[in-house]
């Protein structure tokens, strides 16, 4: 989906929340009023690009992809007004218990 330059809707930036934990990143943007099918997620050359449509504006917000993310893992779901986007780490980078046994 691409923006329409003659749109009357207003560009907004979501609000984001950001949590990190051992096996990845979990963002949660803002994008009420917008469907599925509006929203279009791409991730190239490091960088993560949200885009969305709903019926009184349309969102666009870019975020830089931090290092270990596996782009071709990433999964989003909508809920709501809310797009939960999940950026998992490539499994060497994740942290591990090592056991430690007895001699």
Not at 2 to 18: I, Y
Not at 43 to 64: D, H, I, N
């Amino acid at each position: 989906m691409t923006p329409d330059l003659n749109s009357p809707r207003p560009q907004r930036v979501p609000a984001v929340d950001v949590w990190q934990a051992d096996d990845g990143f979990a963002v949660v943007a803002d994008v009420p009023g917008a469907t599925a099918e509006s929203v279009k997620l791409s991730a190239e050359r490091g960088t993560l690009v949200l885009y969305a449509e709903a019926a009184r504006a349309t969102y666009k917000r870019s975020f830089q992809l931090p290092d270990g993310v596996d782009p071709d893992a990433i999964t989003a779901k909508l809920d709501r007004g809310q797009l939960e986007i999940f950026l998992p780490r490539v499994p060497s980078v994740r942290s591990r218990q090592i056991r430690v046994v007895s001699a």
